[in-house]
């Protein structure tokens, strides 16, 4: 395994598509797209009453 690769953490299918490939490559698809979800996502911060200096988690790591 080149070094370079190691150096890189593995990305899972959901997250490849997330950032690849659910706009089909279309930029002004991926911006409508976006258009919708800026204000969801502001009302979601907004609401969550975070302090300066919040870090909020990257992922959710499962638990058994």
Do not use: I
Not at 22 to 42: C, N, W
Not at 53 to 61: F, I
């Amino acid at each position: 395994m080149p070094v370079e690769a190691m150096d890189q953490p593995e990305r899972d299918v959901w997250a490849e598509w997330l950032l690849h490939r659910r706009f089909g490559g279309d930029p002004s698809e991926r911006q409508r797209a976006l258009d919708h979800l800026y204000p969801v996502r502001d009302k979601v911060l907004s609401n969550a009453n975070l302090c300066e200096g919040t870090v909020l988690p990257m992922s959710v790591q499962e638990t058994a």
